[in-house]
T-cell receptor
Framework: AQTVTQSQPEMSVQEAETVTLSCTYD???????LFWYKQPPSRQMILVIR??????QNATENRFSVNFQKAAKSFSLKISDSQLGDTAMYFCAFMEFSSGSARQLTFGSGTQLTVLP | DAGVTQSPTHLIKTRGQHVTLRCSPISGHKSVSWYQQVLGQGPQFIFQYYEKEERGRGNFPDRFSARQFPNYSSELNVNALLLGDSALYLC???????????????FGPGTRLTVT
């Protein structure tokens, strides 16, 4: 079974600064996706960024980028130029996609990020 | 385009009752997944349906069941409610297919279930 670990329950960052959220995972699969979702107080789970395991290049979406270290099974999220609207719970999630398997997400326990003015 | 919609938004039930939660996926999405999110934790996978067939089930008791309709909307049913079933229930839809294949799941706003 896959497990996802987020070791930072809470983090804070000053507005306009950069912050990195950590995530490690454990799997014996070779084909998988990794995702970061954010969940603001409104509860809506919003997809931030995804990374295909077969791609060596780290994914980037505007101010959000990842550092994917496949051998180390590490998948950190970097948020640049932090904005107040980035305040949310951030979840790292794993999805393996071997043939015939359900495309289920396995989530970590989350990191509460607070952006300070 | 409308996102994933869920109803109701909030629900209060008594122990032993049953509940039905509803989800409508994004137009064109044929796969629906259900997750349970207990306060302070990450979501836990309950079910996935694709083309009206169950494709996966998480570690939940048989009191939990679901189905998907021809229009790809879905229902989650929970019988004999327990206090521990109090949680946010999230529905996610995904478009299966395309080139390259994509597997992103897009979530609805959730249904907050409180069991007293």
């Amino acid at each position: 079974a896959q497990t996802v670990t987020q070791s930072q329950p809470e983090m804070s960052v000053q507005e306009a600064e950069t912050v990195t959220l950590s995530c490690t995972y454990d799997t014996s699969e070779s084909n998988y996706y990794l995702f970061w979702y954010k969940q603001p107080p409104s509860r809506q789970m919003i997809l931030v960024i995804r990374q295909e395991a077969y791609k060596q290049q780290n994914a980037t979406e505007n101010r959000f980028s990842v550092n994917f270290q496949k051998a180390a099974k590490s998948f950190s999220l970097k948020i640049s130029d932090s904005q107040l609207g980035d305040t949310a719970m951030y979840f790292c999630a794993f999805m393996e996609f071997s043939s015939g398997s359900a495309r289920q997400l396995t989530f970590g326990s989350g990191t509460q990020l607070t952006v300070l003015p | 385009d409308a996102g994933v919609t869920q109803s109701p938004t909030h629900l209060i039930k008594t122990r032993g009752q049953h509940v039905t939660l509803r989800c409508s996926p994004i137009s064109g999405h044929k796969s629906v997944s259900w997750y349970q999110q207990v306060l302070g934790q990450g979501p836990q996978f309950i079910f996935q349906y694709y083309e009206k067939e169950e494709r996966g089930r998480g570690n939940f008791p048989d009191r939990f069941s679901a189905r998907q309709f021809p229009n790809y909307s879905s229902e989650l049913n929970v019988n004999a409610l327990l206090l521990g079933d109090s949680a946010l229930y999230l529905c996610a839809s995904s478009f299966v297919g395309g080139r390259p294949r994509t597997y992103e799941q897009y979530f609805g706003p959730g249904t907050r279930l409180t069991v007293t």
